[in-house]
């Protein structure tokens, strides 16, 4: 069994919250919800297993989904986070990091020669991409500190501050982001950076937590003086260089305008949803972003 890279399309392209209504009372979705609530009822154990096929792979897998992650028990039983589960016995990337080296797939050209920067490089995602595409020149980071200048490796691993990254003007062809602009103290200017930095035409994919219910997004931490001062409730989510990164920005809907206006001629949120890839969980979230 081979996929069909072809088959995997969005089922919408949503460029404000009315579109983002309509596909959330699609029949798409409605029948994706249903699959998924038969999946959960059908299964006594926090923990169970979805046959399908994992293009990053190219083979049929068994997707792991239990309640890690912030899973959580409800009268109806236990709810997974479908986003960040669905795992890959064979790759170990869940189901938004799946979907993205998907497109990634995609996207490149098999001739040699794109410049494709990864806002990660301790990851199963980025081993994934170096492993696929060695004739292109792959490019991965992590922060590891104020202290470091952009550019320099230490012990391996490729230091950037997103906020001002080493990159020469036009150099990169694709930039991919997965859940990294939440932890980033100044977004707007990190997106300039991103616009700066990518070639006429290049493309930015992105991940981030998205806040659908809100227009305005939600500024939960700053830097003052130096350091972090949480103006909420500090949130943390796991770093694979770090005990953990705290969360500076809830994005809401003002975010599309914000890319827009850092230099990007078009962003749009691109929902994909599949049960035969193992994209449930109401639709997954891709923010497509052209210079």
């Given amino acids: 069994m081979k996929s069909k890279l072809s088959e995997l399309k969005p089922i919408a392209s949503i460029r404000n919250r009315n579109e983002f209504h309509c596909l959330w009372h699609s029949d798409k979705l409605k029948q994706i919800r249903t699959f ?6 059908s ?52 189901n938004r990091q799946r ?24 990851t199963p995602t980025y081993n994934w991409v170096v492993n696929t595409f060695g004739e292109h020149n792959i490019i991965g980071s992590e922060y590891l500190g104020p202290e470091y200048e952009g550019g320099i490796c230490i012990n391996g691993v490729r230091h ?22 939440e932890h980033i103290p100044n977004p707007s200017t990190a997106f300039a950076e991103c616009a700066r930095s990518l070639k006429k035409g290049g493309i930015m994919l992105m991940t981030i937590p998205f806040h659908s219910g809100s227009d305005k997004s939600v ?55 599949s049960e035969a890839f193992g994209h ?6 891709i923010f497509s972003c052209v210079k």
């Fill in 99 to 122: 979907l993205i080296t998907t497109l990634i797939k995609q996207l490149l050209s098999p001739e040699p020669g794109n410049t494709i920067y990864l806002m990660e490089q301790v």
């Fill in 160 to 181: 950037e501050n997103i906020e001002k990254i080493s990159f020469d003007n036009a150099e990169l062809d694709f930039i991919i982001s997965n859940d990294v602009f």
């Fill in 219 to 273: 500024i939960r931490a700053r830097i003052n003086n130096g350091k972090p001062e949480k103006l909420l409730p500090p949130v943390y989510h796991s770093n694979p260089v770090s005990p953990g990164s705290l969360v500076f920005t809830d994005f809401g809907w003002d975010v599309l305008n914000m890319i827009k206006e850092s230099g990007f001629s078009d962003a749009c949120i691109d929902a994909y949803a």
């Fill in 280 to 285: 449930l969980g109401g639709g997954q979230l």
């Fill in 43 to 94: 299964s006594e154990a926090d923990k169970f297993f979805i046959e399908g096929f994992c293009v990053p792979c190219d083979q049929p897998v068994s997707f792991l989904v239990d309640m890690q992650v912030g899973g959580r028990k409800t009268e109806k039983g236990w709810v997974p986070n479908w986003r960040e589960r669905l795992e890959c016995p064979v790759c170990k990337m869940n």
């Fill in 36 to 41: 998924e609530n038969k999946l959960i009822g």
